[in-house]
Protein backbone atom coordinates (compact mmCIF):
# COMPACT_ATOMS: atom_id res chain seq x y z
CA UNK A 1 0.00 0.00 0.00
CA UNK A 2 1.56 3.65 -0.93
CA UNK A 3 0.03 6.53 0.56
CA UNK A 4 0.45 9.93 -1.10
CA UNK A 5 0.48 13.00 0.30
CA UNK A 6 -0.04 16.20 -1.96
CA UNK A 7 0.72 20.03 -1.12
CA UNK A 8 1.98 23.01 -2.30
CA UNK A 9 -1.55 24.63 -3.58
CA UNK A 10 -3.07 27.80 -3.30
CA UNK A 11 -4.21 31.01 -4.80
CA UNK A 12 -1.89 32.81 -7.15
CA UNK A 13 -2.50 35.31 -9.75
CA UNK A 14 -2.40 34.55 -13.70
CA UNK A 15 1.27 34.93 -14.57
CA UNK A 16 2.42 33.56 -11.11
CA UNK A 17 3.97 30.34 -10.11
CA UNK A 18 3.42 27.15 -7.60
CA UNK A 19 5.05 24.67 -6.64
CA UNK A 20 3.51 21.14 -5.78
CA UNK A 21 4.76 18.26 -4.24
CA UNK A 22 3.86 14.69 -3.10
CA UNK A 23 5.09 12.47 -0.64
CA UNK A 24 5.33 8.71 -0.78
CA UNK A 25 4.84 6.41 1.92
CA UNK A 26 6.12 3.34 -0.05
CA UNK A 27 10.04 2.49 1.10
CA UNK A 28 9.99 0.61 -2.90
CA UNK A 29 9.20 4.62 -4.44
CA UNK A 30 11.66 4.24 -7.07
CA UNK A 31 8.98 1.01 -8.41
CA UNK A 32 6.52 3.58 -9.22
CA UNK A 33 6.05 5.49 -12.82
CA UNK A 34 4.45 9.00 -10.86
CA UNK A 35 2.16 11.34 -12.41
CA UNK A 36 0.79 13.80 -11.73
CA UNK A 37 -3.20 14.70 -13.09
CA UNK A 38 -5.84 17.41 -12.40
CA UNK A 39 -9.41 17.71 -12.48
CA UNK A 40 -10.84 21.17 -13.14
CA UNK A 41 -14.55 22.50 -11.93
CA UNK A 42 -17.12 20.29 -13.14
CA UNK A 43 -14.88 18.33 -15.56
CA UNK A 44 -13.53 14.75 -15.58
CA UNK A 45 -9.56 13.86 -13.91
CA UNK A 46 -6.94 14.76 -16.74
CA UNK A 47 -3.65 13.69 -16.97
CA UNK A 48 -1.10 16.90 -16.52
CA UNK A 49 2.44 14.96 -16.23
CA UNK A 50 4.09 11.67 -15.75
CA UNK A 51 8.10 10.82 -15.22
CA UNK A 52 9.83 7.47 -15.16
CA UNK A 53 10.96 5.97 -12.44
CA UNK A 54 14.37 6.74 -12.14
CA UNK A 55 13.50 10.37 -13.61
CA UNK A 56 15.48 10.16 -16.68
CA UNK A 57 12.05 10.79 -18.87
CA UNK A 58 8.96 13.00 -18.58
CA UNK A 59 5.90 13.56 -20.74
CA UNK A 60 3.41 16.36 -20.87
CA UNK A 61 -0.01 16.87 -21.90
CA UNK A 62 0.07 19.65 -24.45
CA UNK A 63 -1.42 22.07 -22.38
CA UNK A 64 0.84 22.51 -19.71
CA UNK A 65 4.08 21.79 -22.19
CA UNK A 66 6.79 24.80 -21.86
CA UNK A 67 5.18 25.97 -18.45
CA UNK A 68 4.76 23.03 -16.32
CA UNK A 69 7.83 21.08 -15.14
CA UNK A 70 7.92 17.50 -13.29
CA UNK A 71 10.77 15.97 -11.25
CA UNK A 72 11.66 12.99 -8.35
CA UNK A 73 13.92 12.65 -5.71
CA UNK A 74 13.63 9.01 -4.74
CA UNK A 75 15.66 9.64 -1.44
CA UNK A 76 13.10 11.68 -0.35
CA UNK A 77 10.25 9.65 -2.09
CA UNK A 78 8.73 13.25 -3.23
CA UNK A 79 7.89 13.62 -6.66
CA UNK A 80 7.12 17.25 -8.09
CA UNK A 81 5.28 19.67 -10.36
CA UNK A 82 6.46 23.50 -10.78
CA UNK A 83 4.31 25.46 -12.34
CA UNK A 84 5.12 28.36 -13.75
CA UNK A 85 3.13 30.90 -16.14
CA UNK A 86 -0.28 30.12 -14.45
CA UNK A 87 -3.37 30.55 -16.34
CA UNK A 88 -6.93 30.75 -15.16
CA UNK A 89 -7.31 27.32 -17.28
CA UNK A 90 -4.84 25.82 -14.62
CA UNK A 91 -7.83 26.09 -11.35
CA UNK A 92 -8.36 22.51 -10.66
CA UNK A 93 -7.73 19.80 -7.39
CA UNK A 94 -4.27 18.36 -8.37
CA UNK A 95 -3.73 14.37 -7.70
CA UNK A 96 -0.29 12.41 -7.92
CA UNK A 97 -0.37 9.19 -8.53
CA UNK A 98 1.83 6.28 -8.10
CA UNK A 99 1.70 2.93 -11.25
CA UNK A 100 3.58 0.21 -10.64
CA UNK A 101 4.99 -0.35 -14.14
CA UNK A 102 8.04 0.19 -16.27
CA UNK A 103 6.50 2.54 -18.98
CA UNK A 104 4.54 5.86 -18.70
CA UNK A 105 0.89 5.75 -17.52
CA UNK A 106 -1.01 8.43 -19.22
CA UNK A 107 -4.75 6.97 -18.47
CA UNK A 108 -6.39 7.68 -14.92
CA UNK A 109 -6.89 3.83 -14.92
CA UNK A 110 -3.32 2.43 -15.17
CA UNK A 111 -2.81 4.19 -12.11
CA UNK A 112 -2.59 1.89 -8.47
CA UNK A 113 -2.63 4.30 -5.89
CA UNK A 114 -3.73 8.28 -5.06
CA UNK A 115 -2.87 11.46 -3.14
CA UNK A 116 -6.24 13.56 -1.73
CA UNK A 117 -5.47 16.09 -4.27
CA UNK A 118 -4.78 19.70 -3.23
CA UNK A 119 -6.48 22.94 -4.97
CA UNK A 120 -4.79 25.33 -7.47
CA UNK A 121 -6.84 28.79 -8.14
CA UNK A 122 -5.49 31.11 -10.43
CA UNK A 123 -6.98 34.71 -10.35
CA UNK A 124 -7.14 36.52 -13.59
Known amino acids: QVHLVESGGGLVQAGGSLRLSCGASEVTFANYVMGWFRQPPGKEREFVAAISRRGLATTYADSVKGRFTISRDNAKNTVYLQMNSLKTEDTAIYYC?????????????????WGQGTQVSVSS
Open 97 to 113: GAAQRTTFATMTHEYDY
